[in-house]
């Protein structure tokens, strides 16, 4: 099943044509397995989000899908800090920090996921002064959460 | 919320902007308490709901940075 109609897709390239620099995309899904292990989590989103960023990723050369298949033990998601699935950190040149988005962006946080790519690519956010001087002052690191439902 | 946060980390080395569907992790929605959203947590000691102009967000940051004294 397709997520984006073709009227989506036709939108969402227009968009896309003010992407400036590639992005990697890090998506970490679970492992696929025919058997259900009593007491493993399942991940009932992860084939979904997967589908949705394969549609997403064709829409423009600039955009670069990688996908790891992990269980809790991996090295890659270790490296990463990432402790659950579907989970995806948006990468490229310039940008300093973790970008990063956990669950399937559905409704209005699926333009959230379009906004933060395009945010990615220029590796620029239009801050104000102020803000770039208080982040800038920051001597510690700083974990942000922020929950979303689908709308 | 989702954005600006994701904005601050693409500015800052310092920070990790996570944005969670906090429908598929029941877990966090109980740890965080999250009973309306956006929900925002900085570093587990300061949190806020709602949308929030930009400069509040950066109130709670320098807040939290204060707090926080790992």
């Known amino acids: ?151 | 919320m989702a954005r600006l946060a994701h904005k601050m980390a693409i500015a800052n080395s310092h920070i990790v902007a996570d944005v969670v569907e906090v429908s598929e992790f029941p877990d966090l929605a109980q740890r965080y308490m999250v009973r309306g959203v956006p929900k925002t947590v900085i570093n587990d000691s300061v949190d806020f709901l709602g949308n929030v102009p930009e400069a509040t967000f950066v109130e709670h940051i320098q807040r939290a940075a204060s707090l926080d004294v790992t």
């Not at chain 1, 989590?41 to 050369?61: G, I, N, Q, W, Y």
């Not at chain 1, 790891?68 to 948006?90: C, F, K, N, Q, Y």
């Open chain 1, 1 to 151: 099943m397709a997520f984006l109609s073709p009227e989506n897709q036709s939108d969402i390239k227009k968009i896309f044509a003010d992407l400036s620099g590639d992005v990697r995309l890090l998506f970490f899904t679970q492992r696929d397995s025919p058997l259900i292990i009593p007491g493993r989590e399942d991940c009932p989103t992860c084939k979904d989000t997967r589908a949705l960023l394969e549609e997403v990723v064709a829409l423009s050369d600039k955009l670069h899908l990688e996908i790891h298949e992990v269980s809790p033990d991996s090295e890659i998601a270790r490296e990463h800090g990432i402790d659950r699935v579907p989970a995806l950190i948006m990468m490229a040149d310039g940008v300093k920090g973790k970008v990063r988005y956990f669950g399937l962006p559905s409704g209005y946080e699926f333009s959230v996921l379009l906004g933060s790519l395009l945010d990615v690519s220029k590796a620029e956010a239009d801050l104000s002064e102020d803000t770039i001087e208080v982040l800038n002052a920051l001597d510690k690191d700083l974990h942000f959460q922020v929950f979303v439902t689908p709308t």
